[in-house]
């Protein structure tokens, strides 16, 4: 979060401070209820709430997410190189391997990535089966118009029976 700024460029929150979503942006925001600064508590809660909104939409630039070498402007959507004193060298060390040069500075969106791995609705079927063939959808039993009608008598006769009933308050014309 403190590679996340304000609308105004300024940052909000301490180095080092990372919120996993849902669990630790709720409890901020819990503790940002008993914070002496209002104003920068309220500032803290809008911050949370333009990031997980882009979180929702799939609109966080890619190359802002677990890299501390850029910072991320939800308001405008823009992505920058961070100062070099702002970047958490150990925490870099402790997460892994990355690219020599940060990702995504001044790109404007990440586009759909969370349910690009999910197959296709037409995938399913074939997948499933041992062979090869064509999904069709299965034969009318005949008995689909004839329980539709019923079941729309059903529907009517229970309807009027609610709006005839001496229950229903009148409106008067």
Known sequence: MHHVL?????????????L?????????I??????????MALARQRLIREGDGADRTQTIPKGVIDDPRVDWNPASNTVTASPPEEVETEQMKAQGKRPPQAIGVGRARAGQRDYAVLP????APRA????TRRWRPPRSTGTSSSTTRSEEQRVRALLTQVLESPLVPRVAP
């Open 20 to 28: 996993l979503t849902h669990w630790n942006l709720r409890d901020q």
């Open 6 to 18: 304000a609308p105004d460029g300024r940052r909000l929150f301490p180095k080092g401070v990372r």
């Open 128 to 131: 499933s089966s041992t062979r």
């Open 120 to 123: 296709g609705p037409t995938s």
């Open 30 to 39: 819990k503790a940002d209820y008993s914070e002496p600064d209002r104003v």
